[in-house]
């Protein structure tokens, strides 16, 4: 194979195991409800379930980081995708809610595994317009998620929701089986004998942490119109969950997903850096404006999605530039760290809207895009010294 088809073979899997992740992982807006129903379960026991399967994944997360660390990029990524193959056959033949729940917990594991390795591969793959690419390929991750519940809804007119599992097992070999015979790239400590830095090492790096810190507070920024938005307007303002609510949630991702495609363009021209400003910045002016609106903010909270698409990639390429070679630990230290603060910001949100009252967990939000803000002066400031490692940042 030559190594112009041993590249476009990892773009295919990159971009093909991007779609499927945002896919799998989104039949849940389907099936989740049937599970509920089928095994008669409380609202507190479907809690627990979904927190359970959080914590598998930052969990995994944070061993696949290992797994690179010490076994490289591969073996994570064939790992994660094992893990959910097991997973999802399993729970086509598991006969209770735990014993489903304790199955999805495999899935969710091997997604915690993909999350690290996928970003990592692409740190030694997208060496040349990072941002831009980095985009695209969370561009493919939308349209798995946009595409999921559509499909979930359909096939579930007449059959059990447990099929919507098993029938992802053959899309899942069709980027499985590539992987396995893909030659992925070799770092410097296999080509050269260079020690490269481990995850360990990767947690005590200053810079991964204030990477985190930029990453978790815009993680959170984004995933509060999903997490909050729609409580948000029903609960404050008395709007119908089922219509403006869904509409408000599709409008959001309808205009993230379109940014995913077209923003990376920009970015690469703007700058990786001055974009980020740019993204969060544009965030505290449409949240300040669509909270100001009242109930007409429902119109205007949805751009939001626009500007909040940008980040995690843009952030991910800045880190890639930054740490050069070590990139792969790096940017999976930055991807654990970063996830487990937006759980603990989530969980802040719902602990406003207890303490202060409904209309405060959303508009908590405010507050986290300038906190972004913040860390991204840090980080401006802290990327004028080159990574240890001879890096040189945009």
Request: aromatic share 16%.
């Amino acid at each position: 194979m030559s190594k112009s088809a041993k590249s476009v073979l990892l773009y295919i899997i990159l971009f093909g195991s991007m779609f499927l992740f945002g896919f799998i992982e989104n039949i849940k807006g389907v099936s989740y409800p049937l599970i509920k129903t089928e095994f008669g379960i409380s609202y507190e026991q479907q809690g627990v379930m979904v927190s359970l399967l959080a914590i598998s994944y930052v969990a995994f997360c944070f061993i696949g980081g290992i797994i690179i660390g010490s076994l490289g990029v591969k073996k994570a990524f064939i790992s994660g995708f094992v893990l959910m193959i097991t997973g999802l056959i399993s729970v086509f033949f598991m006969p209770g809610f735990w014993p489903v729940a304790v199955f999805l917990l495999v899935v969710f594991a091997g997604f915690g595994l993909f999350e690290v390795s996928s970003n990592a591969l692409a740190t030694q793959v997208f060496t040349k317009k990072a941002a831009l690419l980095m985009s695209l390929l969370h561009f493919f991750y939308g349209v798995g998620a946009s595409l999921s519940p559509r499909v979930s809804g359909a096939i579930t007119l007449n059959i059990s929701w447990r099929y919507l599992y098993l029938f992802s097992v053959p899309l899942v070999l069709l980027i499985f089986i590539p992987s396995l015979i893909a030659r992925f790239p070799r770092s410097d400590e296999e080509q050269y004998g260079v020690k490269k830095a481990g995850f360990f090492t990767a947690l005590k790096t200053p810079m991964v942490w204030v990477f985190s810190l930029g990453l978790g507070f815009m993680v959170a920024v984004e995933l509060s119109s999903s997490n909050w938005g729609s409580l948000y307007f029903f609960d404050v303002y008395n709007l119908d969950p089922k219509t403006k609510g869904a509409a408000f949630i599709s409008n959001f991702y309808i205009l993230f997903t379109v940014s995913r495609l077209l923003s990376g363009f920009a970015i690469e021209k703007i700058g990786y850096l001055r974009s980020l400003f740019i993204g969060v910045i544009a965030s505290i002016i449409i949240l300040a404006i669509g909270f100001f609106l009242g109930a007409n903010g429902i119109y205007v909270l949805p751009v939001l999605g626009f500007f909040t698409a940008i980040l995690w990639p843009t952030i991910i390429a800045t880190a890639m530039g930054y740490f050069k070679n070590d990139a792969p630990v790096m940017t999976s230290a930055i991807i654990v760290i970063g996830g487990a603060l937006n759980s603990g910001v989530q969980y802040l949100m719902g602990l406003a809207n207890r303490i202060a009252g409904p209309a405060w967990g959303y508009r908590s939000s405010v507050l986290y895009a300038v906190l972004a803000v913040i860390v991204l002066i840090i980080l401006a400031r802290g990327m004028r010294r080159p990574y240890a490692n001879g890096a040189v940042p945009e």
